[in-house]
């Protein structure tokens, strides 16, 4: 793919197909996001790919946790609810993504069951469990997020799919039992990963950008 078209085509998808990922495939995206900025070479991260009765496993013990109430948690601190703007442009999001498949806004029952597709991956085959290294901040957190954009659009070329679910982090726990995580890595994020189903509703859905002139000032 060209380029310019590999970013215009990314998106996060939240429908796949039941149609596995080769682990070569994986492995050499992987290897080539490695070249993404990483601060001082520190490369603070480590990825965990999962797929198969693994993940299965995974799916089916968030959705006991869910049942049985366990409470929700995460590893580092997350900031004040978005305001201003930053909120209307979170709750624009949700319409649009509601609206694509036809959830009406007062179906909280629809809405919430949409929500809890997060938990399994939204079908996906594979899923890629991001964690950096404990004693790093928020600057390294930055160069995590520099790497996922490289390994999306990577994926992207390949004809593959990708969600990333910041979901995963309040699951670290349950998660670093499953993949062998050590105590000294924190999870950030998880990344559902596999081929785009066409005939999901949700997969239609674009989010709207701002123009240039809104964000930048050329001095």
């Avoid at 429908?15 to 601060?39: D, F």
């Avoid at 109430?69 to 930053?86: L, N």
């Avoid at 399994?120 to 954009?149: E, H, I, N, T």
């Avoid at 699951?171 to 995580?181: K, N, Q």
Wanted: proline share 6%; net charge positive; glycine share 10%.
């Amino acid at each position: 793919m060209e380029f310019d078209e590999v970013i215009k085509g990314r998106r996060s998808i939240r429908g796949y197909l039941k149609k596995p990922v080769p682990k070569a495939l994986v492995r050499e995206v992987l290897e080539i996001a490695m070249r993404a900025p990483t601060s001082l070479n520190t490369q603070p991260w480590n990825f965990y790919v999962v797929a198969g009765e693994v993940l299965d496993r995974i799916r089916k013990g968030n959705v006991e946790r869910n049942l049985a109430g366990v409470p929700h948690s995460r590893e580092f601190r997350m900031g004040p609810g978005y305001e201003g703007v930053h909120r209307e442009r979170q709750v624009g999001i949700a319409k649009q993504l509601f609206a694509a498949m036809g959830i009406a806004r007062e179906d909280k029952a629809g809405r919430l069951q949409q929500f809890a597709h997060n938990g399994d991956f939204f079908g996906a085959p594979a899923a890629l469990f991001c964690f950096v290294d404990r004693q790093m901040g928020p600057p390294q957190w930055s160069d995590l997020g520099m790497f996922l954009q490289t390994f999306m659009l990577l994926a992207t070329d390949r004809g593959l799919a990708t969600c990333a679910q910041e979901y995963w982090s309040v699951r670290h726990g349950a998660i670093r039992s499953f993949v062998g995580a050590p105590e000294n890595e924190m999870l950030f994020c998880g990344v559902s990963l596999g081929h785009a189903d066409p005939a999901a509703p949700v997969n239609s859905l674009q989010a709207k950008r701002l123009p240039v002139e809104e964000f930048t000032r050329f001095v």
